[in-house]
């Protein structure tokens, strides 16, 4: 296993250094869209702490993340009105990793509807803003 990158994209956009549509933040946690969703409502989870993937991340980081998870998916699920939600967490190239920080894929699902392909091809910003803006609506609803 390589060695954690800091200029990975992921840190990049934790650094500020590219833009995303971002729906929450916490202390160790962020949560935006992803640019490339395999559903509408297509969200990401990552802790701001850089670790490559689950095989190197420190427990107590991991403990706090998948509470955010967890706080995303059920924001997803109201939000966009899903039946239910997939949750992916990929390792290393060969376990389909592409972006080497680690981060959950929240996505939401509906009976009858297949997924997109992975990484597949850029989603329309506007939709994804305001899909965005549902997930937001559903958070603030949590609290």
């Known amino acids: 296993m390589s060695a954690y990158d800091p200029n990975n994209i992921f840190a990049k956009i934790l650094r500020g ?9 916490d202390e160790n946690t962020v949560a935006f869209m992803d640019v490339m ?8 989870v990552l802790p701001k ?3 490559r993937n689950l095989l190197d991340i420190p427990q ?7 509470v955010s998870v967890q706080k995303i998916a059920r924001a997803v699920k109201a939000g ?12 290393e ?8 920080h680690i981060h959950f ?16 091809r850029m989603g329309d910003m506007a939709e994804i803003r305001r899909h965005a803006e549902k997930i937001r609506a559903a958070l603030a609803a949590q609290s």
């Not at 969703?37 to 990401?44: N, S, Y």
């Not at 107590?60 to 998948?66: E, K, M, S």
């Open 60 to 66: 107590d980081t991991l403990a706090t993340l998948i």
């Open 37 to 44: 969703p395999r559903a509408a409502g297509h969200v990401l």
């Open 80 to 91: 966009m009105e899903a039946d239910g939600i997939t949750v992916h967490q990929f390792n």
């Open 93 to 100: 190239p060969a376990g389909g990793q592409t972006v080497f």
């Open 49 to 51: 702490a850089g670790a």
């Open 17 to 25: 250094e590219i833009p995303c549509e971002k729906v929450f933040e």
């Open 105 to 120: 894929h929240v996505i939401p699902r509906w009976e009858g509807a297949s997924l997109g392909h992975h990484a597949a």
